[in-house]
């Protein structure tokens, strides 16, 4: 980008050798008589002309490849930062949000990475430079030219700042508008079943028509200041060719003069208006980049680590007085608890009693805020998180399904894997009846819940993980395929730890303990308790 600016920078100081050019042709070739020296002159404005138009060509390219780089990177370092989140941690984490800011507020914010602060220099020292030279050639007429021009710089920063908040809610707004397009067409099938489709729409419409008229008035105030500081900004050329026009006739400055310091001036004019169009950029940037550093700066759920790749076992694992709060909510509270390798437990609890909170502690998907957990006596995390993914897995409710075939969506966990592993995988898991090859749309619809779940099995099958957790994975069957998918989840256990967070009471019957979990406000002694259910030491789970 440094290069870029240079390159540019010397481009635009090309532009004021035309008019120097322009002087002394004038002066020497016409006045003077040198039909030589006008040939040479007008020699010279060309190559100017050409040299100024390549070297800015050049710069920009340097600087759009640099740009586009930049954005691509941001994005990436975005999604990665997304990922660490999590939607309970940060509301620009979730659903349509999570793809403005991947989407809009990057691409908006190729204002800074696409010139930015080093435009903004490069441009006032080009004005700079032609003020300067205009001064040396008719100090008087340039000083008089450019009196106006020091209320439209004014001007244009007062109105930058005026609207920078105006921008920021309409940024908000429009993050809003596509926020619920994006969220509206993921459940549309939600809309429709409820017959809400009217309503869906009408809503939208009321946060595109609130954002068209905050747009609206951001423009038509723009619009009022643009054109007043477009009038007074138009004063210097004409103050230039009076004052300077009066040096000609009083002989206190020649023709050549007159026109150089006039094409200065217009050029100064244009050289402002690229000023104010870069300063109300980097302010639009600004306030996107304001946006995206919330997310950036915003804390990971996982702390730093040892960054330990040798991960021996997990064993037994152990939670010492764990704490974890969510959106300013206590969900867990003093969590104690020890799985022995090879048990088979079931979490239970209502809706809101940390089930999958708990789970995304035992696999570090996140870290506790207090306490501890540890595998086999070491602390969790001592280890990198991307290891411990070969040893301990957690299935999510919901199976995530992508456009591919059915061996592309369980390969997808170990690229490595030969046809064969993902074969016997895809088979242990149940899904024999479906070909491999079967290809399947994004967030396809001709799946069972059941089926949706036995992919998600086939991926942890073909991991081979030594800890297996199931987040409610029968929440969406019924009796009968919940209990085809737990003696499946049995049958392919192979010894391996298994937890099931669940609120059916037909998990029970398959775990040799039950762990029961309490809502935040609920005391540990008011918790009924569950057949065979052993309450997690500590007093109180919530």
Not at 151 to 180: C, D, M, Y
Not at 195 to 214: C, F, M, P, T, Y
Request: glycine share 10%; hydrophobic share 45%.
């Amino acid at each position: 980008m440094t290069i870029a600016t240079v390159v540019m920078f010397l481009g635009l100081l090309g532009n004021i050798a035309v008019p120097l050019l322009t002087r002394y042709a004038i002066d020497v070739g016409v006045l003077g008589g040198a039909t030589e020296t006008l040939l040479y002159t007008s020699l010279g404005v060309l190559l100017a002309g050409a040299a100024t138009t390549a070297l800015l060509h050049f710069g920009k390219r340097i600087r759009f490849s640099v740009a586009s780089r930049a954005v691509n990177d941001l994005r990436e370092d975005l999604f990665r930062k997304l990922i660490h989140l999590g939607p309970a941690d940060i509301a620009e984490a979730s659903g349509g949000r999570a793809l403005t800011r991947l989407v809009s507020d990057a691409v908006s914010v190729r204002g800074l990475t696409n010139g930015g602060l080093l435009e903004l220099l490069n441009q006032v020292l080009v004005t700079l430079a032609m003020l300067i030279t205009a001064i040396l050639i008719d100090a008087r007429t340039t000083l008089l030219a450019v009196i106006p021009m020091v209320f439209v710089i004014i001007g244009n920063f007062t109105v930058q700042l005026r609207l920078q908040k105006a921008f920021a809610e309409l940024k908000g707004q429009f993050t809003k508008l596509l926020s619920g397009v994006g969220e509206s067409l993921a459940n549309i099938n939600v809309v429709k079943s409820f017959g809400r489709e009217s309503d869906a729409s009408s809503r939208l419409d009321k946060v595109n028509q609130d954002h068209a008229r905050r747009d609206g008035r951001m423009k038509r105030t723009y619009s009022r200041w643009e054109a007043t500081l477009n009038v007074i900004g138009g004063l210097p050329t004409p103050i230039a060719l009076w004052a300077g026009g009066q040096g000609v006739l009083n002989g206190t400055s020649t023709v050549g003069d007159l026109v150089a310091v006039v094409a200065l001036v217009m050029m100064f004019q244009m050289s402002i208006h690229m000023l104010a169009m870069h300063t109300n950029g980097a302010f639009r940037s600004v306030v996107t980049a304001q946006r995206l550093l919330r997310i950036m700066d915003a804390p990971s759920v996982l702390t730093a680590h040892e960054g330990r790749t040798d991960v021996p076992s997990i064993g037994a694992i152990e939670l010492r007085d764990v704490t974890v709060d969510l959106a300013g909510r206590r969900v867990l509270d003093g969590v104690g608890l020890r799985v022995e390798p090879g048990a088979v437990v079931a979490l239970k609890g209502p809706t809101g009693s940390g089930k999958s909170t708990l789970l995304h502690v035992l696999a570090r998907l996140r870290d506790p805020d207090g306490g501890s957990v540890t595998y086999d006596g070491v602390d969790a995390r001592a280890y990198a998180p991307e290891s411990l993914r070969r040893h301990i897995v957690c299935l999510p409710q919901r199976q995530w399904v992508f456009e591919g075939t059915l061996a592309e969506n369980v390969r997808f966990v170990r690229p490595d894997a030969s046809d064969e592993k993902v074969a016997q995988a895809v088979t242990a898991a149940g899904l024999s009846h479906l070909p491999l090859d079967r290809r399947f749309g994004a967030s396809t619809l001709d799946l069972s819940a059941g089926e949706r779940q036995r992919i998600g099995l086939a991926r942890a099958l073909l991991v081979n993980p030594e800890v297996l957790l199931l987040d409610n994975p029968t929440a969406n069957l019924d009796a009968e395929t919940e209990a085809a998918l737990l003696e499946t989840v049995l049958r392919v256990r192979n010894g391996r730890t298994l937890i099931i967070a669940s609120q059916q009471p037909a998990v029970a019957r398959y775990v040799d303990r039950t762990i029961g979990l309490a809502l935040p406000d609920t005391p540990a002694k008011a918790l009924a308790p569950l057949a065979g259910a052993a309450v997690p030491e500590g007093g109180k789970a919530s």
